[in-house]
């Protein structure tokens, strides 16, 4: 059986992925330090709490097993917070995460996915965003991120250590069998908060912005299902591990597809609605740094890895993240 190491996979989409992998008949070890993670995520596969930060600890963790190929969702994602501390974005995404690739290479674990974002690319020149357009993020998150695919290039060309970033756009729904969900505290995105002023965990949603360039003045995003997402992941380890990608490798997972902030609300209501539920919205000033339009280009990864998104439209995605809120407000 093959052994995987999932850094990161008691968060929200690594907690997927663990899922998925050990569905398809994958060892799977999970190495997290639940600072944004939770136990109660990891169903499956083995927990082994602990920080990238601790050398020796990986080291051991290595020593002790034969893991052919490791993913890495392990990072702090939150835009806002990473223009404020942008210490604790480059430390955790940037030195933590190179404790873990000279623990790879020291052991010759050469295949790494790397969950990488859109937020490399910064504003855009042009929309929908292919691989090819310029890398020039606006703020830490994005630049700790960018760093690391550097890094990544460099450790390709040295060490052989070969690696697969994937640059998502905007992850959210939920499983299907409900198993398992989007859990953040603080919750900052769009799709979980909305659903959250529907089942009254929260008075309202706010609207960051009501006068951008778009056809109803609000953002528009490309939201992807996380199971899109995690059967990206596994298609790009299978390719390293069959040697049909070597090097470093870039791919954007996205839909391809932009809904605006008004519509992915729109959609909400009638799914919540559905079940008797309204929602409040409110409008706001635009949040700082947000860019008008974020769409994917990802058919580079539909032609090189055959990647085929399960549950592109957004009502399905929205569907399944309603039911785990559903889910969460019984648990509580
Ligand atoms: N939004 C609201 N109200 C809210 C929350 C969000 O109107 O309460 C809007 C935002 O302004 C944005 C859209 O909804 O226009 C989506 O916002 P999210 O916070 O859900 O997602 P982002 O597009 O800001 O962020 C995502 C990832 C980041 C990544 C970024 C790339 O979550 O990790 O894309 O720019 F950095």
Redesign the pocket.
Known sequence: MKEVLVVGGAGYIGSHMVKMLSKSGFDVTVFDNLSTGYKSLVKYGKLVVGDLADRPLLEKLFSEHNFQSVIDFAAF???GESVSEPAKYYRNNVANTLNLLDVMVQYKVMHLVFSS???TYGNPVYTPIDEQHQQVPI?P??ASKLMVERLLQDYAKAYGLNSVALR?????GADPELELGEMHDPE????P??LQAASGRLSS?????QDYPTQDG??I?DYIHVQDLCSAHQLAMAAMLSSTLTGAECFNLGNGAGFT?QQ?INVSKDIVGKDGYTINVQQ?D??EG??AE?VANSRKIEEILHWKPLYSDIETIIQHAWEWEKRLVALH
């Open positions: 994602s939150l835009v974002t859109a937020a703020n998150y994005g998502y756009f905007n992850a959210c900052t995105h769009l799709i908060l909305v949603i706010c609207i960051f912005g609000t953002c995003r902030v992915v706001a635009r949040r947000d860019p974020l």
